[in-house]
Each structure stands twice: as C-alpha cells, then as structure tokens.
C-alpha cells in the first residue's frame, strides 16, 4: 500500500536541515510517495541555505504553466550536511581547497536520485488566492501531513485557526479530513534557549572592505554588494552556492555557523494550544516525526 506525505517547509533555519534528512529517508522508500509544499518565506530560506542548485527556482508566478521540480542540492537529502557544509571562516581549521574536496567527493559518494522519486513540489507562489494545492488535503489525498520546520508564526496560525498562506491551508484543509493526521515540529516549542545555524554571514566586524572584493566579483547571482563603504549579502538573491567563501581572501564569511535564539512564552502559550486541538500531533524535532510516522507506517 502507498503511504501519501505532504511535507510543508515553513520560512526557519532551525530544523530545516534536520527535516531534509528525513525526508531523505522517506524518499528512498517505494512505498512512499511525497509532496513537498513551500511557503513563500520557506522558499527563500531554503535558497539561502544552499537547498536549491543553480539555477534555483524562480520567484516568478508559473500560474500559467507547469514548473518542473527544481533542482536540488541532493546532498541535503543525506546524513551529514551540516557537517560537510559547514564553514566557520577565519576560525575554520581545515584549508578551503580541502573543505571545497570534502563537498566534492560528499557529492559523489551515492547515486541515488531523490528528485526523481519526489512526486511533486508546491510553491506558494504558483497557488494563487485560494491555495488550490493545499485545499486538497481536506479531500483524504494524504495519510500523513507534515510541517517541519514550523515556525512560531505557522503554529499560531493554525492553533487560531487561521489559514491565509499555503502551509497552513495545507494544515488546516487537512483537519478536515476524515483520515489525514497533521504533525508539527515547531522551532519554538518550550521556553529558553534554541541552537541553530546560520546561512552565509559576512562579518563586518573583520571585512577588511578590500576595494576589489573578490566576494563580490565571484558572486553569479549579485547577492553581494558593496553599500556606504560595506559588503553586503542580499538575503533574496543569496543561493548558498558558497562562492563567495571560496574566493573571498580573509575568511570573513561563515556558513552553517552555530547561534543561539530564545524562545519567548508567546510562542510555547500557541504550540500547546495547537497540541490539544484534535488531529494534531506536536513532536520535538524532526526525528521524533520520523519515528511517529515509521510506527504508524506499520500499524
């Protein structure tokens, strides 16, 4: 029997990586087919995290015709991005041109094709007012739907009842139906401080604004720019290609670098009151989900 996912990625860094290992996972299973569904600010914080190779899917509407399934940095579907990807600049021990072979020989350790087996990717850009894609679910289409990350924007969305983005039409469409069993992995699920990671940063506090930036000069898609005297990355055009960690000559630019937020109780108040909403389901992390769902999976 095919198990039907919808998997909903929301606009967070935290637990992004972390729910692309496990969709990795589900990919590789035949009996599983997978939707995968991006929010407008889900789109643009999987860009900046290097989800997408070039070219990456464009913000352009394609109401009007099919968009095909991007492409995908399919490393991110592997065990061990973060590890790989990560950089920490003038910090860094290993050497760039070792660090750039460790992603190249990641890249070629297996051959399996995830884009080939994902049924279908949902931007919310091409749905429109009315969220078609997402309206469906209320129609039995899935078994399982899954939002992670969910940001502490979704969550209180959705634990309001509030449906006014794609992910949480998916979400709250899905309640509506008689099988379909929605989980929720928040990025702010109890109160106090929550590791993650960042994409590209470039650090202003040792850019020696040198007055030819390599950075910049080696940057396709114009996300660095040199404003009032800084370097700057624009966060809507930065595609995580690491371009500019490979050619910027003082190491002032960091990736997957480690941070700290914290979570206020505004957003734990929303997740506990959408856990006690009936046919939603509010896990801790990603591979919490994956357990719920393999064990459901065998019932």
Same mark, same amino acid.
């Given at each position: 029997? /095919?198990?039907?996912?919808?998997?909903?990625?929301?606009?967070?860094?935290?637990?992004?990586?972390?729910?692309?290992?496990?969709?990795?996972?589900?990919?590789?299973?035949?009996? @599983?087919?997978?939707?995968?569904?991006? +929010?407008?600010?889900?789109?643009?914080? !999987?860009?900046?995290?290097?989800?997408?190779?070039?070219?990456?899917?464009?913000?352009?509407?394609?109401?009007? $015709?099919?968009?095909?399934?991007?492409?995908? *940095?399919?490393?991110?579907?592997?065990?061990?991005?973060?590890?790989?990807?990560?950089? &920490?600049?003038?910090?860094?021990?290993?050497e760039i041109n070792n660090f750039l072979q460790d992603i190249k020989n990641a890249e070629s350790e297996e051959d399996f094709d995830y884009e080939e087996v994902l049924n279908d990717v949902i931007f919310e850009i091409d749905e429109g007012s009315s969220f078609?894609?997402?309206?469906?679910?209320?129609?039995?289409?899935?078994?399982?739907?899954?939002?992670?990350?969910? /940001?502490?924007?979704?969550?209180? $969305?959705?634990?309001?009842?509030?449906?006014?983005? &794609?992910?949480?039409?998916? !979400?709250?469409?899905?309640?509506?139906?008689?099988?379909?069993?929605?989980?929720?992995?928040?990025?702010?699920?109890?109160?106090?401080?929550?590791? +993650?990671?960042?994409?590209?940063?470039?650090?202003?506090? /040792?850019?020696?604004?040198?007055?030819?930036?390599?950075? &910049?000069?080696?940057?396709?898609?114009?996300?660095?720019?040199?404003?009032?005297?800084?370097?700057?990355?624009?966060?809507?055009?930065?595609?995580?290609?690491?371009?500019? @960690?490979?050619?910027?000559?003082?190491?002032?630019?960091?990736?997957?670098?480690? /941070?700290?937020?914290?979570?206020? *109780?505004?957003? @734990?108040?929303?997740?506990? &009151?959408?856990?006690?909403?009936?046919?939603?389901?509010?896990?801790?992390?990603?591979?919490?989900?994956?357990?719920?769902?393999?064990?459901?999976?065998?019932?």
């Amino acid at each position: 029997m /095919t198990i039907r996912i919808a998997w909903g990625i929301t606009g967070a860094g935290c637990w992004l990586l972390e729910s692309f290992e496990i969709l990795g996972r589900f990919l590789k299973d035949s009996n @599983v087919k997978v939707d995968l569904f991006f +929010s407008g600010a889900g789109r643009e914080v !999987a860009q900046n995290y290097g989800i997408f190779e070039s070219p990456v899917p464009l913000k352009t509407s394609f109401i009007d $015709k099919v968009r095909e399934i991007p492409n995908f *940095n399919q490393d991110v579907f592997r065990i061990g991005f973060r590890e790989k990807y990560n950089w &920490l600049g003038i910090n860094e021990s290993r050497e760039i041109n070792n660090f750039l072979q460790d992603i190249k020989n990641a890249e070629s350790e297996e051959d399996f094709d995830y884009e080939e087996v994902l049924n279908d990717v949902i931007f919310e850009i091409d749905e429109g007012s009315s969220f078609p894609s997402g309206a469906s679910a209320a129609n039995n289409r899935y078994d399982f739907i899954v939002i992670s990350p969910a /940001t502490g924007n979704t969550v209180a $969305k959705v634990a309001n009842g509030i449906a006014d983005n &794609l992910i949480t039409n998916l !979400a709250i469409m899905g309640n509506k139906s008689e099988n379909s069993k929605i989980i929720f992995v928040p990025t702010d699920l109890k109160q106090g401080e929550v590791k +993650s990671y960042l994409p590209i940063m470039l650090h202003q506090d /040792t850019c020696k604004k040198c007055q030819e930036c390599s950075a &910049l000069w080696a940057c396709k898609p114009g996300a660095i720019r040199r404003k009032r005297g800084k370097i700057r990355v624009n966060r809507l055009k930065c595609i995580g290609c690491l371009d500019c @960690v490979k050619f910027c000559r003082h190491g002032v630019i960091t990736f997957l670098e480690e /941070t700290k937020v914290i979570v206020r *109780n505004r957003e @734990v108040i929303a997740a506990d &009151l959408l856990s006690k909403q009936e046919g939603f389901i509010v896990l801790e992390t990603p591979e919490k989900a994956y357990d719920y769902l393999v064990k459901e999976m065998k019932k």
